[in-house]
T-cell receptor
Framework: GQQLNQSPQSMFIQEGEDVSMNCTSS?????WLWYKQDPGEGPVLLIA?????ELTSNGRLTAQFGITRKDSFLNISASIPSDVGIYFC??????????????FGKGTKLSVKP | DAGITQSPRYKITETGRQVTLMCHQT?????MFWYRQDLGHGLRLIYY???????DKGEVPDGYVVSRSKTENFPLTLESATRSQTSVYFC????????????FGEGSRLTVL
C-alpha cells in the first residue's frame, strides 16, 4: 500500500530554535495534514492543506503542500518547551472515490535537549 | 461539549478473552475510525464507518470486529485477544471524508497477557 516517509524520526530542540520536518510520498495526495500528539493523548489537528503550493500558518507553525503533491513540510519557529510531542503528517489519497481515511507517517518525536 | 470519548482508558486482559473498546461522539459526525498505534508503525487504520450500518476494513482488520448501529457509537471488539493486539487504540470521527480532518479520542491502552 501507499506509504508516507516522514523525517526526521526524532529531534532534540533547544528553546528558541526553529524546527523543520517533512513528509514525502511516491504517490499523489489530495490533502496533506499535520497533527500533534502530546503524551497520553490523542493526536490533534494543527494544519490542513488542500491545494498544491498552498502555504498555511497557524501561529508559529507553517506548513506547505508541495507543488508535485507528493510532499509537505512543517516548520515551527522559535520553539518553546510545550512544542515537545510527536508530529504526524497525514495524506488523503487521490482516489476516484472518497474513502474517508488517511495515511499517516510514522511521526517525528520532538524532545528537549538535555 | 463532550466531543469524542473512549472507554476504558486502560485495560489488561488475557490471551483468548473477548474485549470491547467503546467509542462515543456527540457531534453526529458521519465518519468514525479505529486506529492502533504501535512503536515503529505510527497510526494504522483498523476499520472505519461512513454512516450507521456501513463499515469497511482498513489496513489491519484481522482479529477485530466493529459495528455501528447508532451514528454516535462505534465499538471495536477483539473476539479472541492475542498478545500482538497489545497496543494503544484511538477512535476518531470526521464530519466530511473529503476534508481528512479527524478528531481523536484520548485512546485506550490495551495490554494482552
Amino acid at each position: 500500500g501507499q506509504q508516507l516517509n516522514q523525517s526526521p524520526q526524532s529531534m532534540f530542540i533547544q528553546e528558541g530554535e526553529d524546527v523543520s520536518m517533512n513528509c514525502t510520498s511516491s504517490s499523489i495526495f489530495n490533502t496533506w495534514l499535520w497533527y500533534k500528539q502530546d503524551p497520553g493523548e490523542g493526536p490533534v489537528l494543527l494544519i490542513a492543506l488542500y491545494k498544491a503550493g498552498e502555504l498555511t500558518s497557524n501561529g508559529r507553525l507553517t506548513a506547505q503542500f508541495g507543488i508535485t503533491r507528493k510532499d509537505s513540510f512543517l516548520n515551527i519557529s522559535a520553539s518553546i518547551p510545550s512544542d515537545v510531542g510527536i508530529y504526524f503528517c497525514a495524506g488523503q489519497p487521490n482516489y476516484g472515490g472518497s474513502q474517508g481515511n488517511l495515511i499517516f507517517g510514522k511521526g517525528t518525536k520532538l524532545s528537549v535537549k538535555p | 461539549d463532550a466531543g469524542i470519548t473512549q472507554s476504558p482508558r486502560y485495560k489488561i486482559t488475557e490471551t483468548g478473552r473477548q474485549v470491547t473498546l467503546m467509542c462515543h461522539q456527540t457531534w453526529s459526525h458521519s465518519y468514525m475510525f479505529w486506529y492502533r498505534q504501535d512503536l515503529g508503525h505510527g497510526l494504522r487504520l483498523i476499520y472505519y464507518s461512513a454512516a450507521a450500518d456501513i463499515t469497511d476494513k482498513g489496513e489491519v482488520p484481522d482479529g477485530y470486529v466493529v459495528s455501528r448501529s447508532k451514528t454516535e457509537n462505534f465499538p471495536l471488539t477483539l473476539e479472541s485477544a492475542t498478545r500482538s493486539q497489545t497496543s494503544v487504540y484511538f477512535c476518531a470521527s470526521n464530519r466530511d471524508s473529503n476534508t481528512g480532518e479527524l478528531f481523536f479520542g484520548e485512546g485506550s491502552r490495551l495490554t494482552v497477557l
